[in-house]
């Protein structure tokens, strides 16, 4: 899970993170925590990442973490968001951002654990809202997580397949920075990626898509490959059986 944490306090971002990291280590879950001190910084990394959750400070030098939290909305309309303060002032403004939850300082385990269980729970809901920025004739082209089949690396430009390909300018290493933080998201080898959920089947080292492309995959690897490919499978099972979606 990746979050991100907008607060001019360096103790308190250290503190907040501490207890999300203490937080997703007892329930074995990887983090990523993208810390910023001003809401312009905060703001030009969410226009080409996305996170699963954000905390705003609403009392920033340099900005309203109200303001900050709309600009936020246009970006992503979708992720939730968590305020923290030591004022109940702004709760109202708070709720028109369609706030997730609203935190009085200090931070305590109490208080963020309770509402990080309450975010995972959501979450497979809020994943079919989750997308990438990228660039691509001068345009910015968001694509949802969930239509990316596969990635392929073309020296500084990326092949991006969903029920078309696309083409843009991206580094491999900063896309799959982003989507390795998502389960679905697995690099196979040297600059190649796939989504687990478009993924036909894994056998010996060749990895087969649904659409009929296939992939050399790391020979190295390729046991722990199959076996995260395998887990994933019982994973998508468990859940459709917990919802009634197999007979």
């Known amino acids: 899970m990746r979050f991100a944490i907008v607060d001019d306090n360096i103790e308190e971002i250290h503190m907040t ?3 999300i990291r203490d937080w997703c280590g007892s329930h ?17 990394s ?18 309203n973490g109200i303001d900050l939290a709309v ?17 109940s002032e702004y709760h109202v ?27 995972l729970a959501v979450r ?9 920025t990228v660039n691509t004739n001068k345009t910015k082209l968001p694509i949802l997580y969930s239509d990316i089949q596969y990635i392929i690396s073309d020296s500084n430009y990326l092949i991006i397949h969903t029920s078309e390909e696309i083409r843009c ?20 080898n040297r600059g190649v990626m796939v989504n687990l959920d478009y993924v036909s089947s894994m056998d010996g ?32 099972r468990t859940k459709s059986l917990l919802h009634g979606g197999l007979s």
């Open 71 to 87: 600009s936020f909305r246009k970006i992503s309309p979708k992720t939730p968001i968590v305020f923290l303060t030591s004022s």
């Open 124 to 132: 497979p809901v809020l994943d079919s809202h989750l997308f990438l």
């Open 169 to 188: 300018r991206m580094l491999f290493r900063d896309v799959t920075r982003t989507l390795s933080e998502d389960e679905r998201f697995l690099t196979i």
């Open 46 to 63: 969410a226009a080409s990442n996305s996170y699963d959750f954000v905390l705003f400070d609403i009392y920033l030098k340099k900005a």
């Open 205 to 236: 080292a060749v990895c087969m898509m649904n659409d009929g492309a296939s992939f050399s995959m790391n020979k190295k690897q390729s046991n722990t490959l199959q076996q995260t490919y395998i887990t994933w499978q019982f994973t998508q």
């Open 17 to 19: 993170e501490l207890l």
């Open 28 to 44: 074995n879950i990887t983090v990523c925590c993208d810390t910023f001190t001003e809401g312009d910084a905060f703001l030009l």
């Open 93 to 119: 403004e708070a709720l028109h951002v369609h706030a997730f939850d609203y935190l009085q300082k200090p931070i305590t385990k109490a208080a963020i654990h309770p509402l990080l269980d309450d975010l």
